[in-house]
């Protein structure tokens, strides 16, 4: 048993390896748990098929904060961002394919509508300036909803940031935060394709009818990314994701954290109310001043924490959490490039791009409502890469590697269906929706790999298969996410501390929640 430890994180995902970066360069001994084989958990770079290597479940980047970037000195440790050729929107027989040329944008909207053009700039600049409302919210501790002098100063900062808006804009925040995407969508835009464009964006990072209040807050994802001061950028990482988290661990080694993988935790222990260390699967404990949990809430109270330990009401509300992403992963291996039958035949930019097909808006809705009955979408929605057009270490010469996500899938399936048994059905339909536009794509397939949501939840430790730790719903963000008294990052049990996407501002490669927990922890301890 060892009491050398200030701070013991269990998951090595990229929250727990930027807490422990920050707590490394703090001179703080940290310890990092990590169950699986390689440091990552979902922001990891595997081989799926032998010589084909890919980012498995996150796949590109866009909000991880500069400040991580900078703090932990990422691009010193081998963090290299690509940039990619544009974006290729296709639903059914129509297409529109974006790049940094304004005039060719235009040009492609006009095809279909000539205001959505215009209607679209206006959006998205509306969208730029109230997302700096969030935007300066993501590495700032949420105020407590006790509203003491400490928290009084964060609201009243908040509020500044909100008076400077001007009313329409202060408007629009308002109707963003709590009318329906279909609404919102519908205000703006007039042609069917441009809508059904824009669903599909809310969709993404979502498990929510269009309908429901609050489904446009997915849209802040688009918005509040900023990487090498360009905002709204998509990049993709050399080596894979795995590349962000690999930075990461390199730069906490460099500081003195311990990281450990093949190493499951089962239990943290807790004495007199007070967190005061862990106890692995294979009975080893490790004790030290405070634990930091990156693994998502129900995982960390519901089974992590025995029962005796907690307050009932807590921990029927933390059971209460709306989980899901509903998200299923198909990654390829091809020995060559299919085409893309808008296009002719061999590569082109649209090839190096992000491809995303979906079916328009009352689709996307039937989508919905199949999931949430325990049903396969009859159009799932595609978001496709080729990593290996821009990154040539992920595959042989000449041969690719393609990344599919696609959705919705639903966590639990109808009928008393298990998805061991009806996984690679699934990865029938996705890659048959795929051939609709890329015809020839079962010809160039060597292998593939099909992660199901409850591989999600089995192998990379997502509670009901959740990629944020818990829905982006109106009621679990800020200073509700994911508890009410659990939003500073310290919880009810003294010493131990949340640090991964269940925690503010939430899901997405960030690095927030890891970032800010940290600072509570350094401030704590010190």
Not at 134 to 160: A, C, H, V, Y
Not at 352 to 365: A, H, L
Request: proline residues 5%; glycine residues 10%.
């Amino acid at each position: 048993m060892s009491k050398n430890h200030d701070a013991i994180i269990i998951g090595g995902g990229h929250n727990g390896l930027t807490a422990a970066g920050y707590l490394g360069r703090a001179g703080l001994k940290t310890l990092v748990l990590e169950r699986r084989p390689m440091v990552g958990g979902a922001v990891v770079t595997e081989e799926f098929h032998p010589g084909y290597s890919i980012s498995t479940i996150s796949y590109v980047v866009s909000i991880l904060q500069s400040k991580v970037i900078k703090d932990l000195e990422l691009k010193s440790h081998g963090f290299e961002m690509i940039k990619m050729d544009g974006s290729l929107s296709v639903c059914g027989d129509e297409y529109l394919f974006f790049n940094d040329d304004d005039n060719h944008n235009r040009k492609e909207v006009e095809r279909f509508s000539h205001t959505d053009y215009d209607a679209m700039e206006k959006f998205e600049e509306m969208f730029q300036s109230v997302a700096g409302i969030i935007r300066n919210q993501i590495l700032k501790e949420p105020p407590t909803l006790n509203t003491g002098f400490s928290d009084l100063i964060k609201l009243g900062r908040m509020g500044l940031d909100i008076h400077r808006l001007s009313p329409e804009l202060r408007h629009r925040l308002l109707q963003i935060m709590t009318s329906s995407a279909y609404d919102l969508i519908e205000r703006w835009f007039e042609n069917p394709m441009i809508k059904s464009m824009y669903g599909s964006a809310c969709f993404a990072g979502n498990y929510a009818s269009l309908r429901q209040p609050g489904s446009a807050i997915p849209l802040f994802h688009n918005a509040i990314g900023e990487l090498d001061g360009e905002r709204g950028a998509w990049r993709m990482v050399k080596g894979g994701m795995g590349g962000i988290t690999q930075a990461m661990a390199s730069f906490a080694r460099s500081k003195g954290a311990d990281i450990r993988t093949k190493t499951p935790v089962e239990k943290i222990l807790v004495e007199n109310g007070c967190a005061t260390g862990v106890r692995l699967e294979n009975g080893e404990v490790f004790k030290a001043r405070c634990v930091m949990a990156n693994t998502d809430p129900k995982r960390t109270f519901l089974r992590l924490v025995d029962s005796e330990h907690l307050d009932p009401d807590f921990a029927k509300d933390i059971k209460q959490i709306r989980m899901g992403h509903s998200s299923c992963r198909v990654n390829i291996a091809l020995k060559g490039l299919p085409d893309i039958r808008f296009f002719q035949p061999g590569e082109g930019p649209w090839h190096r791009s992000d491809i995303c097909i979906f079916p328009d808006i009352q689709g996307q809705e039937a989508n919905y409502f199949a999931a949430a009955t325990g049903h396969f979408p009859l159009e799932p929605r595609l978001d496709i890469t080729v990593p290996s057009t821009l990154d040539d270490t992920l595959a042989p010469k000449g041969h690719h590697v393609m990344s599919v996500l696609a959705k919705y899938y639903p966590y639990e399936l109808a009928d008393g269906l298990s998805w061991d048994d009806v996984k690679e059905d699934a990865a029938d339909q996705i890659i048959d929706t795929i051939a609709k536009v890329m015809p020839n794509i079962k010809d160039f397939m060597i292998g593939r790999q099909m992660i199901s949501p409850l591989d999600l939840e089995n192998v990379y430790g997502l509670t009901e298969a959740d990629i944020f730790h818990g829905r982006h719903d109106l009621d679990q963000i800020f200073s509700m996410r994911p508890h009410p008294k659990a939003a500073q990052y310290r919880t009810p049990i003294k010493n131990l501390y949340l640090c991964g996407s269940g925690a503010h501002p939430g899901g997405g490669v960030s690095g927030a929640p890891g970032h800010n927990a940290a600072q509570r922890v350094i401030a704590d301890l010190r």
